[in-house]
């Protein structure tokens, strides 16, 4: 495959993982912001790292999506999902449902896309072009 190639699926990877959480981060800001806080709080730990919800699925996956500090984004939103399965879902993280599918699954599925783009960079379809270290 050629470099192109591989910049195309570097760019599609972005917007899969970025595109389709951002949504789920709007959802809580402008929803569910509240039932977070107590949800984290209910955890032990103090009610504001709710908003770590906002870095972890709005500010970061537009950084993803437009290509820009693309694996400091990937790596938040790989700590924001590793959290919301510990804080959120870990009395169901080894349960399935109705089907036979992983009740975490789309979490794990924006953990893992988030880990592979932090290891393989944005590409050169992003604003940073894939140059530097962060990019």
Do not use: Q
């Amino acid at each position: 495959m050629t470099s192109n190639g591989t910049d195309i699926g570097k760019l599609l990877l972005r917007l899969t993982c970025g595109g389709l959480l951002l949504p789920h981060g709007l959802f809580k800001i402008f929803v569910e912001i509240d039932s977070i806080k107590s949800m984290v709080a209910s955890a032990g730990l103090p009610s504001f790292l709710a908003y770590g919800t906002i870095a972890g699925e709005v500010l970061a996956p537009v950084l993803l999506i437009i290509g820009w500090k693309t694996r400091i984004a990937a790596s938040v939103i790989a700590f924001n999902m590793l959290m919301s399965i510990v804080v959120a879902h870990r009395d169901i993280a080894f349960n399935v449902n109705d089907y036979w599918g992983w009740m975490i699954e789309l979490n794990v599925f924006f953990l893992m896309t988030a880990l592979s783009i932090f290891f393989i960079g944005s590409g050169s379809y992003s604003l940073s072009r894939g140059r530097g270290r962060w990019h």
